[in-house]
C-alpha cells in the first residue's frame, strides 16, 4: 500500500496537524496534570481568535490563520488525550505500592507476546529474564485490601513457563513491584520470584487462540528447514523472532535489514493485493485481484479489507509498525469505499494523527517514528531520487529499488545513530539485494500460514519454497556484517542524530551538484568501497595498527575479555569473547584472524562469553574450551547453544594439561581438577601459563584473592613473566604476593571506559607501577599489540597512533619499528641524519606515571659498546664527544653559563616536494663575529652566525648539529655534498622540549 506516487505536488493539508498532535503527545506524557490543561486551554483560545480573525478579516495575511488553527487543535487534542490517560493509567494504590517496593498479590491480563532477555547483569550472574507487558485488574496490597484498577505494567519473570503465555491470558501472582522508568507505558515492574510459575486464570480469547494456532502451525511447517531460514521465515511473515539466534540478529542490525522482522506495510500489501489487485486500478472498471473474480463490488471488497486488516493485526500483533500499515491500509480502503481519489500522503497523515489519538504513547515509540518516516521517505523522496537516477541512464526497475532504498537509509540513519551509535555503509545494497527475495518470501511465507491448519503437509512444501529466498536474505546480512568496514561508529544521543542528519542533509546537496561528473562518482565510490572492504595492508598502512610482527594481542570490547594469540598467519588462539559479538569480530578482523583453533572462554559471566557468535562470524573455530563450573546457567546454555549452532565441540579445561598451536605452547594452572570446588565463577576462571616466540604470558582471567593464592600454592615454581593479563580488569581485589612473585614487564587492564564497577581500582595500578611493570588499559590506550621479545618487547596500544608509542616495559628506550607509510619515512630518516641512533622516549613529567604519556625529546644512541658503555654520537668525524647532559638548543660547550641561549623552539618549514607541510633544518659552518653585550646580542660580545634570536634559522641551525658538533666545524661528512651552503631538503623534525637537548 506504500507504492511511491509520481513526482509532483504534493498534498500536505494533513501534514502539519498530525506532527503538531505527535509532539504535543510526546510532551504531555511528561508534563504534570496543571501544566497540560493550562497548555491545552491556552491553545483553543489562540485557535478560537486565529478562526475569529480569519472570519472578520479575509485576505492574503490571514489565509493561513485556518490551516494554523486546525493545527493548534490537533495539538490540543492529541496533548489532552495524553494527559487523560496517563492520569488514568496511574490512578489506583499500584504507583504508591511500586515506590514502597510493596509484595503484593496481582491479576493480570497479559498484553504482548513474551520475549526471552538476557539477565540483565553486568556480569550475566543471573538466569534468563521473560519480559512481556500487561494491565492489572486486580492488586491486593500487603493490608489485605483488593482494589480493582487497571494499570499497565511490565512483567520479568524467571520462570520458563511465562515465556509459553499468549496475549490476553489472565494470570495470578504474588510477585514484588518496583517503580519504572519516566515516559513509559508502564507504571511500574513486576517481579514474581525466580521459581514461580504463572497462575493461569484464565484461558485466551478466541481470535487470539486463532492468531496462535496460525502462529503454531506456521513455526511447525518451517521446523524442518535450513537453521537460517527456520529461523527467519516466522519473522518475515509474522514477525515471531522467538528463533533467530543471536549471531543472526546481530547481522541483520549491523546492515539495517532489522526491519524485515518487524511486520510492517510490505507484509500488508501481500494480504491486500491478493484481494484488490493494484491499489491504482481499484476503482477502475478493470481492476484486478480477487475481489472482482467472486463478484465483490467497491464496498463489498472495502469492508472484506477491512476484515483482512485486522486479522492481520491480530495475527501479527499490534506493534507499532503494524499499527501504522493498519491505519494507512484502512484509510486507503475507505478511499475506495467512497470512490475518492486515493492519495497517500495525506492517508500517512491522517493514519499518523488517529494513532496517535488513539493510544497517546505511540507519540514516544521509536518504532513507530521509523515505520513514519520510511513510509513518508517512499512516497515523497524516492520517486524524485528514482526520477533522477532514471535520467542519468540508469534502468527504471533498477533506480525504483535504488532511490527508495537510499531515501528510507538517508531519513531513518540519524534516528538509528541516535539509538545505537553506529552507521551502517553496507544498509542500502544489503536492502537492495535482500528485497529481490522480501516479497516471494512473505507471499510463500503467508501461504504456508494460511493452509498449516488444514493441510500440514502441503504447508511444509510452501514453507521449503519460502525457505530458498529466505535463506538468500539470511547470507546477504551474514556477508554485510562480515565485511570489516560495515559499521562506522558515530556519536550517539541527539546530539549524534543531529549530525548524522546535517551530514546526510550535505551529502545530498553535494550529489545532486557533483552527480553528472563520471569521474568524481566513480572516485567516490572507488573510496566508499575502499572504507567498506578495508584491505588489511591498506589498513595497516594508513592506520599502522596492527604491527605486522604481533604476537598478543588485547582487544578493546568495553567491560569485558577477549584477547588473541597468533599462532599463525590468519591463525590464532582466542581466549575470552567480550560482551558483545561486534567489537571482538571487528578486533579479529583487522588482525586478519579467519581460523581459531581454540577459543577458549575463562569461566561463564557474560563479559567474557556474550561476544561468542562475534568470534564465530566468518571463521572456522576448531573447538571451545571452557572451565568446569557451569555458572551462571542461562550463560552456559548459551553456550552450548551456540556452539551446537555452529557444529563447534565444547570441552572442559583440566588443570595441568599442555596444548600446542603454532609457536605457542600454553598449560592450565587453574582452577584444580580436585579438592573445594570454586567459590565462584570467577575463582573457577580458566588461568594460562603461555610461551613461545620468545614470550612468557599469564592470563588470570577474573581470579579472585583467594584463588589467586591457591594458584601460587599450586605452582610455587611461576618467575617472572614478560606480559600479565591483570584478574577482574583491575579491581581492588587481587593478592600482591602473586604480583610480586611473577614481576610482570607490562601488565594489561581490559575495562570499559565509564563502567559502574570503578575499575581499575588506583591502588592495583599503583601496585604494578611500582614493581616496574608498564601499565596499559584498554579503555584508554584501545586495542594493545605486543611485539617482539626480550630487550626487543614492545607494546602498540592502537589508540595512540598518533602519537607512534612503543613502551618496552624498560627504563631504557627501543627504536620503535615503523608501523606505517608516513613513520617509516620519517624512521629512515632519523636513522641517516643520527647514523645509528633512534627516537628515545621519556616519561613526561605532566604524565600520571603509568608510562602512557610519553614525548620525542632527543636524539639517543641505543647500540653499546663493548665496555658496556653508551657509545658515542657522533663519531669521530663530527666533532668533539657529546657534551654533559642538561644542555639545551642553541648551547656551546666553551661558554659560560650565563652566556649559553634560552630562546625557545623555531621551525622553519621548506617547500620541497611536501609543499610547504614540513618542517625542514638549516645546516650553517663557519664563525662571523658580531658585537654582543648580553644573551640577545650588544657591543663587545661575538656572536657565531646563524645564532640571532630573531632569524628563524637560528634555532633549526642548533638543532640540525650532532650533540657536541662545533657550529664552525668545516667539514661535516655526514650529509656528504648535500651538507653545503644550501638548506637540507630532508624532511626531519626534532622538537625541543625546555631543559633538554634537541
Given amino acids: 500500500m506504500n507504492r511511491p506516487e509520481a513526482p509532483g505536488a504534493a498534498d500536505l493539508r494533513l501534514v502539519g496537524p498530525a506532527l503538531a498532535a505527535w509532539a504535543a503527545a510526546a510532551l504531555a506524557l511528561d508534563a504534570p496534570a496543571g501544566r497540560t490543561a493550562a497548555g491545552v486551554a491556552v491553545g483553543l483560545a489562540v485557535a478560537g481568535l486565529l478562526m475569529l480573525a480569519a472570519c472578520r478579516r479575509p485576505g492574503r495575511l ?39 517496593h510493596a509484595r503484593v498479590l496481582v491479576e493480570l491480563t497479559v498484553g504482548s507476546d513474551p520475549r526471552v532477555a538476557g539477565s540483565g547483569s553486568g556480569s550475566g550472574s543471573g538466569p534468563p529474564v521473560v519480559v512481556l507487558d500487561a494491565l492489572v485488574t486486580g492488586v491486593t496490597g500487603p493490608d489485605g485490601a483488593r482494589t480493582r ?110 526491519h524485515l522482522l518487524a511486520v510492517s506495510g510490505s507484509n500488508l500489501t501481500v494480504v491486500l493485493f491478493l484481494l484488490i489487485g493494484p491499489p491504482a486500478r481499484a476503482q477502475q472498471a478493470e481492476r484486478r485481484g480477487l475481489a472482482p473474480r467472486i463478484g465483490l463490488s467497491l464496498r463489498a471488497t472495502a469492508l472484506c479489507g477491512a476484515g483482512l486488516t485486522l486479522a492481520f493485526v491480530v495475527v501479527c500483533r499490534p506493534e507499532p509498525s503494524v499499527l501504522r500499515a493498519a491505519a494507512c491500509g484502512a484509510v486507503t480502503l475507505l478511499a475506495i469505499a467512497t470512490g475518492r481519489r486515493r492519495s497517500l500522503i495525506p492517508a500517512l497523515g491522517a493514519a499518523v494523527l488517529l494513532l496517535v489519538l488513539y493510544d497517546p504513547w505511540l507519540a514516544r515509540s521509536y518504532g513507530f517514528l521509523l515505520s513514519v518516516l520510511a513510509t513518508g521517505a517512499l512516497l515523497t523522496l524516492a520517486p524524485r531520487w528514482s526520477e533522477a537516477l532514471t535520467r542519468r541512464g540508469m534502468r527504471p526497475r533498477l533506480a525504483e529499488a535504488l532511490g527508495a532504498a537510499a531515501a528510507a537509509q538517508a531519513v531513518c540513519a540519524p534516528v538509528v545513530a541516535v539509538l545505537a551509535a553506529r552507521v551502517s555503509l553496507v544498509a542500502v545494497p544489503c536492502n537492495l539485494l535482500a528485497e529481490l527475495a522480501a516479497g516471494p518470501a512473505t507471499v510463500l511465507g503467508f501461504a504456508a500460514l494460511a493452509v498449516a491448519p488444514l493441510w500440514m503437509s502441503a504447508a511444509k512444501v510452501l514453507a521449503w519454497c519460502a525457505g530458498v529466498p529466505a535463506g538468500w536474505i539470511a ?15 558515530w556519536p550517539g544521543g541527539l546530539t549524534g542524530g543531529l549530525l548524522l542528519a546535517a551530514a546526510t542533509l550535505a551529502v545530498i546537496v553535494l550529489g545532486a551538484r557533483v552527480g553528472r561528473r563520471r569521474l568524481v562518482c566513480s572516485a567516490l565510490a572507488v573510496l566508499l568501497l575502499l572504507a567498506v572492504l578495508r584491505p588489511p595492508q591498506l589498513t595497516r598502512t594508513l592506520s599502522g595498527w596492527p604491527p605486522p610482527d604481533w604476537s598478543y594481542v588485547q582487544c578493546a570490547v568495553g567491560q569485558g575479555d577477549a584477547a588473541v594469540l597468533a599462532v599463525g598467519p590468519g591463525e590464532a588462539v582466542v581466549v575470552d569473547a567480550g560482551p558483545d559479538p561486534g567489537p571482538v569480530d571487528a578486533c579479529l578482523r583487522s588482525l586478519g584472524v579467519i581460523r581459531v583453533p581454540m577459543l577458549l572462554l575463562t569461566h561463564f559471566h557474560s563479559d567474557h562469553v556474550a561476544g561468542l557468535s562475534g568470534v564465530l562470524r566468518g571463521r572456522s573455530v576448531g573447538v571451545i574450551q571452557t572451565t568446569a563450573l557451569e555458572e551462571p546457567p542461562g550463560q552456559a546454555q548459551f553456550v552450548h547453544r551456540t556452539a551446537a549452532g555452529a557444529g563447534v565441540p565444547v570441552v572442559r579445561a583440566v588443570a595441568g594439561e599442555r596444548r600446542r598451536a603454532g609457536p605457542l605452547e600454553w598449560q592450565v594452572l587453574w582452577p584444580p581438577a580436585a579438592g573445594a570446588p570454586p567459590e565462584g565463577p570467577n575463582d573457577a576462571s580458566v588461568a594460562l601459563l603461555v610461551r613461545g616466540a620468545g614470550l612468557t604470558l599469564l592470563l588470570l582471567g577474573d581470579l579472585e584473592p583467594a584463588a589467586q593464592q591457591g594458584l601460587l600454592r599450586d605452582h610455587p615454581e611461576l618467575g617472572p613473566v614478560d606480559v600479565l593479563k591483570v584478574a577482574h580488569h583491575g579491581s581492588a581485589h587481587q593478592d600482591p604476593v602473586l604480583y610480586a612473585q611473577v614481576r610482570p614487564r607490562i601488565a594489561l587492564v581490559p575495562v570499559g571506559a565509564g563502567n559502574r564497577y570503578g575499575h581499575p581500582a588506583p591502588g592495583t595500578l599503583a601496585q604494578l607501577r611500582a614493581m616496574g611493570a608498564t601499565v596499559l588499559r584498554t579503555d584508554t590506550d584501545g586495542s594493545i599489540a605486543v611485539t617482539g621479545s626480550g630487550p626487543r618487547m614492545r607494546a ?39 647514523a645509528r641512533g633512534c627516537i628515545s622516549h621519556v616519561r613526561s613529567p605532566t604524565g600520571d606515571g603509568d608510562g602512557r604519556k610519553f614525548q620525542p625529546t632527543h636524539i639517543r644512541d641505543t647500540d653499546t659498546a663493548a665496555d658496556g658503555a653508551a657509545a658515542q654520537l657522533p663519531g669521530s668525524r663530527h666533532g668533539p664527544p657529546a657534551g654533559p647532559a642538561g644542555r639545551v638548543r642553541g648551547d656551546r660547550p666553551d661558554r659560560p653559563t650565563d652566556r649559553q641561549r634560552r630562546d625557545g623552539p623555531v621551525r622553519r618549514v621548506h617547500g620541497g616536494r611536501t609543499r610547504g607541510r614540513v618542517p625542514a633544518l638549516r645546516h650553517r659552518r663557519g664563525v662571523r663575529a658580531v658585537p654582543r653585550g648580553d644573551a640577545r646580542g650588544g657591543p663587545g660580545t661575538t656572536r657565531y652566525r646563524g645564532d640571532h634570536p630573531r632569524r628563524r634559522g637560528a634555532a633549526a641551525a642548533a638543532a640540525a648539529r650532532p650533540l657536541g658538533a662545533r657550529p664552525d666545524a668545516l667539514v661535516h661528512r655526514l650529509h656528504g655534498p648535500a651538507h653545503r651552503l644550501r638548506p637540507d631538503r630532508r624532511t626531519v623534525q626534532h622538537v625541543r622540549r625546555r631543559g633538554t637537548d634537541s
Avoid at 502451525?217 to 528463533?243: H, K, Q, W, Y
Avoid at 589508540?799 to 606505517?820: E, F, K, L, M
Fill in 62 to 100: 490571514w489565509r493561513a490563520a485556518p490551516a494554523l488553527a486546525a493545527a493548534l487543535l490537533c495539538a490540543c487534542a492529541g496533548a489532552g488525550v495524553a494527559g487523560l490517560q496517563r492520569a488514568e493509567a496511574r490512578a489506583g494504590p499500584v504507583a504508591d505500592l511500586a515506590r514502597d
Fill in 149 to 258: 484498577v487497571e494499570t499497565p505494567v511490565r512483567v520479568l519473570a524467571g520462570h520458563p513457563g511465562w515465556a509459553r503465555l499468549q496475549p490476553s491470558t489472565r494470570v495470578s501472582v504474588v510477585a514484588r513491584l518496583a517503580p519504572a522508568r519516566g515516559g513509559e507505558r508502564a507504571v511500574a515492574l513486576l517481579r514474581p520470584a525466580a521459581d514461580t510459575p504463572p497462575g493461569v486464570t484464565g484461558g485466551p480469547d478466541t481470535a487470539q487462540r486463532l492468531a496462535g494456532r496460525l502462529r503454531a502451525g506456521l513455526r511447525e511447517a518451517t521446523g524442518g528447514l535450513a537453521p537460517d531460514a527456520r529461523a527467519l521465515l516466522p519473522g518475515l511473515v509474522v514477525g515471531d523472532t522467538s528463533r533467530v539466534p543471536t549471531d543472526l540478529q546481530e547481522a541483520f542490525r549491523a546492515t539495517d535489514l532489522l
Fill in 475 to 489: 547470507a546477504v546480512a551474514r556477508a554485510g556484517a562480515g565485511l570489516p568496514g560495515a559499521e562506522l561508529a
Fill in 796 to 834: 602498540f596500544p592502537a589508540g595512540r597512533r598518533r602519537s607512534r608509542h612503543a613502551h618496552t616495559g624498560q627504563g631504557r628506550s627501543v627504536c620503535p619499528q615503523p608501523d606505517s607509510m608516513i613513520e617509516c619515512v620519517f624512521a629512515r630518516a632519523v636513522q641517516i641524519h643520527t
